[in-house]
């Protein structure tokens, strides 16, 4: 069996669609049948839109080009809950200016995820002043507060990231590493699931890392040993170092999966310049002032890009892929954009279009009842609109086999 078909076989099926007109078969009659959104989480960072979300923009202009170019790609977009930022002042989060970016995001029709609710890296300075069994108190009580309100907004979170290094970290001191630390990893992610799960029961709630080493096994066999029920595993994938590769990437998909977890690739870059030297350990080292893209890194990334996407794709246990920044100069100033910093698109964004919108989308199509009523075609999983003259129908097919529908003319 093909790649392609691979991917077909998991992201597409078969459907009977039987359609009505005022309670009564629309037979032999042409139809259009549009896709308008894929079930697939095809995803990306939002943090750039959080002004323009909020009327705040200082270029409305080129912010509308940045959403324009993003929604022709993407679908799922993760806004950034960096406790640090998010609340530097204790008792003053930024509630107002989040929600409204995350209510923006959902009006047009994108599902938002948190990130991070519990992490160790830009958490709040202010946790030092306190002992650990209040960073304990007001850790959860941060997670209560964040889930509720944002419930019907977001949910969807990264509970908790990179917890295999979290109680060893040592490059500055920070609360969280030291209630992890006394605490332990399982019961420190217990926690904090807990309280998310409390806050809102149905939100898909992640565990995240980029270690992908048999010790990010061991805590997530650990985790389930001791009943924490995970919804979703957060696999990290910034290949400043260089692209993995489909024997690399499909190894770690197979011992991942084994959990029978879904699997969400949930910061994915891939360079168009110089790689970052592999003697580099911990990328937040690698600081230079000018990290350029290059014509010849441009195809080479687009290259990588299909593969990559490709590979997952190809995978049943992936349902999501974030892409870690839509333009250049994002995380470590990196050339890792679709978009280079004059706002214009790299041949991978010309890529991953093609892709999305074309090879794994299903085309505005034309077809003709048959006497019964019926349209059959196969088609990606996702939602669709069914016109008729001046009439409308929507429905979903969320699974792959045979599906039978029936709907209704508005």
């Known amino acids: 069996m ?3 078909s691979e991917i077909r076989r998991h992201r597409a099926a078969d459907a009977t669609v039987t359609v009505t007109r005022d309670g009564e078969p629309l037979a032999g009659h042409e139809v259009e049948l549009h896709q308008v959104r894929h079930r697939f989480l095809f995803g990306c960072t939002g943090f750039e839109f959080i002004d323009y979300a909020n009327g705040e923009s200082e270029d409305p202009e ?9 929604e022709g790609l993407f679908n799922f977009a993760t806004l950034p809950f960096y406790w640090g930022r998010f609340e530097p002042e204790r008792g003053k989060p930024d509630t ?17 995820k948190g990130h991070p609710l519990t992490w160790h890296t830009v958490t709040a300075d202010w946790l030092l002043d306190l002992d650990n ?25 990264d509970v908790i990231n990179e917890v295999v290094i979290m109680p060893i970290f040592a ?23 807990d309280a998310a799960r409390e806050a809102n029961p149905g939100a898909v709630l992640l565990l995240n890392d980029f270690d992908m080493s048999a010790a990010y096994e061991c805590l997530i066999e650990g985790l389930l040993e001791a009943g924490v029920r995970i919804d979703a595993l957060g696999l990290q994938s910034h290949m ?3 692209y993995w590769g489909e024997e690399k990437t499909l190894s770690i998909l197979e011992r991942f999966s084994r959990y029978g977890l879904p699997i969400h690739f949930t910061e994915t870059t891939i360079l168009s310049g110089h790689l970052m030297p592999p003697e580099i350990v911990d990328l937040n080292d690698y600081q230079i002032d000018r990290w350029p893209t290059t014509p010849e890194g441009e195809e080479c990334q687009a290259d990588e890009i299909e593969r990559h996407y ?16 839509m333009g250049d100069g994002g995380w470590l100033g990196a050339p890792g954009g679709f978009v280079r910093a004059d706002g214009t698109p790299k041949p991978s964004y010309e890529r991953l279009h093609r892709l999305v919108n074309e090879e794994w989308g299903t085309p505005p199509t034309k077809a003709v009842t ?23 129908a929507e429905f979903a097919i969320e699974a792959t086999g045979d599906q039978r529908l029936d709907v209704g003319l508005r």
Do not use: K
Request: hydrophobic share 40%; charged share 30%; with cysteine.
């Open 2 to 4: 093909t790649e392609i």
């Open 62 to 70: 080129r912010d509308g080009r940045a959403v324009e170019l993003w």
């Open 96 to 112: 107002h200016r989040l929600l409204g970016a995350a209510r923006w995001l959902a009006d047009r029709g994108h599902t938002v």
């Open 133 to 157: 069994a209040e960073i304990a108190r007001v850790q959860t009580d941060r997670i209560r507060r964040e889930m509720s309100d944002f419930a019907g907004v977001i949910d969807m979170w």
């Open 171 to 193: 490059q500055y001191d920070n609360g969280i590493t030291r209630l992890c630390r006394e605490i332990g990893r399982i019961p420190m992610v217990r926690m904090v699931f």
């Open 240 to 242: 400043h170092q260089g």
């Open 310 to 325: 490709r590979t997952l794709l190809s995978h049943p246990s992936v349902e999501a892929i974030t892409y870690w920044g």
């Open 370 to 392: 048959d006497a019964e009523g019926r349209l059959r075609f196969n088609g990606f999983l996702g939602d669709y609109r069914l016109t008729w003259q001046d009439r409308t």
